[in-house]
């Protein structure tokens, strides 16, 4: 989703027509670089998340990493001055914070490799007295100083990722922050204090605060009969109170997010928001799993897109998934467990629905990729009677909505269908009141037409394919509403 994906990128899903690779890699290529695309690499003379064991190498600042709609961004930078300062002495104007960014690229003619570097100025939009983890003080002195900092979904320098072309996925990229400071502070005597600034030399960790909640190190491994050994990465969520079973929300990752990291797919879609409380808030707390390929879910086995709606990660994600119920059989109601995921994952869900009939009790697919065509009759009879929540954005270039949602959703409400919803939006938008196109066009920014998974994630998905509000027990729902619901 550049969607940053956010970005799950959007990766064309050649559904349809696989001699254009070329047209479609160098569209992709130019896309991805306007947005600076992510997830995961290496950061530049980084600890781990907390402190380094090492005492010579203990961070002297922090980097904050949010994940937004278009992707994870750098939003606030916590400074360890290692000396008392006065509060007031402290302003955005105070310091300078600047950037590089470095990660492998190549030459799209050649195929020659090189170092992409990219840097700038970040703003400073507010800063304050803060503790280690970055929260405001509510005294008048302390040693961390939080610098807030501009995000915006073109400022390519706030992504902590890039896109790395030959593998179509998103990495994290090298990066290295420097805090120079312009103006004198004081200590709590008054006294002058300068000269605080960094260097590329200096040590630093990275804080992830909608990553940390999840258990990021679930490794899975199947042998297949026909593709031999497949080893499923995924991100686990599972809320702390005990008292009741919990629903299980499960979320697939776009093309852009495959890999061995996790954290890829958690703030590469925005996925992580599903254990935030705006969502919890409907479910009333549910465990969140967050699966990962190595590849993408629409692999044949030859390292192809599929022709045919099959996939060789099918019997590998089902058997992940009833074994992670399994271990946490005290903990998941087993009549609630919801399957959804964006592009690459939304074909993924209907996949599953398919080789699992009645195991899911709903299903929330975006963007789904999974062609009209390949659906039979009898793949229709299956699918109506399960509860669906489609979603998808009529100026999506990826995956065309003519092609596979809009005439699915067709098929199964004349298959009588009863519970299966559609919203198609007529473009991606910012509804926050945040982000505006710029540059004289003050409406709101708007985004690629395949990351109609933003508005899911943001609960923003309401109305059904008749412009009508989707109702339960005659009231109005949103789709997390809707999907909260349903029970086997």
Not at 15 to 42: A, M, P, Q, T
Not at 216 to 227: E, P, V
Not at 410 to 431: I, S, W
Request: glycine fraction near 8%; proline fraction near 4%; include cysteine.
């Amino acid at each position: 989703m550049l969607l940053f994906g956010y970005f799950a990128i959007v990766i064309i899903v050649k559904i349809l027509n696989w001699r254009e690779l070329d047209e479609v890699k160098k569209g992709l290529y130019h896309r991805c670089y306007g947005y600076g695309f992510f997830h995961h690499s290496f950061f530049g003379n980084k600890c781990k998340r907390s402190q380094c064991k090492n005492e010579d190498l203990k961070p002297v600042y922090s980097l904050v990493i949010n994940g937004y709609d278009w992707g994870p961004s750098v939003d606030k930078v916590i400074f360890n001055t290692g000396s008392v300062i006065q509060g007031e002495s402290v302003n955005k104007n105070s310091f300078k914070i600047f950037v590089e960014r470095s990660y492998p690229s190549f030459n799209l003619e050649t195929g020659a490799g090189y170092e992409g570097i990219d840097s700038g100025s970040r703003k400073i939009t507010n800063a304050y007295l803060s503790d280690s983890k970055g929260n405001k003080l509510t005294t008048n002195s302390g040693q961390f100083i939080a610098f807030e900092m501009e995000v915006h979904p073109d400022l390519a320098i706030a992504s902590p990722f890039h896109f790395d072309l030959r593998s179509f996925t998103n990495q994290y990229t090298k990066l290295q922050y420097t805090i120079v400071q312009q103006k004198a502070l004081k200590d709590t005597a008054g006294k002058a204090i300068n000269q605080l600034s960094t260097n590329h030399e200096t040590p630093y960790s990275v804080i992830e605060p909608t990553v940390d909640p999840f258990d990021t190190t679930g490794k899975y491994n199947y042998k297949d009969a026909d593709f031999g050994n497949i080893a499923l990465t995924y991100a686990s969520y599972m809320p702390k109170e005990k008292k009741q079973k919990h629903p299980l929300i499960i979320w697939l990752h776009g093309a852009g997010e495959g890999g061995t990291d996790p954290r890829i797919a958690l703030l590469g879609n925005k996925a992580a928001e599903l254990a935030e409380d705006s969502i919890q808030a409907y479910f009333g707390a549910a465990a969140v799993l967050v699966p990962q390929t190595p590849t993408f879910w629409m692999n044949d086995g030859k390292g192809q897109y599929t022709q045919d709606g099959s996939s060789m990660y099918t019997k590998a994600l089902t058997a992940l998934i009833k074994q992670y119920v399994a271990q946490n059989k005290a903990s998941i109601d087993v009549s609630r467990i919801y399957i959804g995921g964006g592009s690459n994952g939304g074909f993924m869900t209907l996949n599953m629905l398919l080789a699992n009939p009645g195991y899911f009790a709903a299903a929330y697919p975006a963007a789904e990729a999974y062609a009209d065509a390949w659906l039979t009759q009898q793949d229709i009879d299956k699918l109506k009677d399960m509860p669906i929540w489609f979603t998808a954005s009529g100026d999506d270039k990826a995956v065309d909505a003519s092609r596979t949602s809009t005439p699915t959703y067709k098929r199964l409400m004349a298959a009588g269908a009863e519970n299966v919803h559609y919203t198609l939006f007529d473009t991606v938008t910012d509804r926050s009141g945040q982000y505006i196109q710029g540059k004289g066009n003050n409406s709101p920014y708007k985004y690629d037409g395949h990351w109609s998974w933003i508005h899911v994630l943001n609960n923003d998905v309401s109305e059904d394919f008749n412009g009508l509000p989707v109702k339960v027990n005659g009231k109005s729902v949103t789709l997390m509403e809707w999907l909260a619901s349903q029970k086997k």
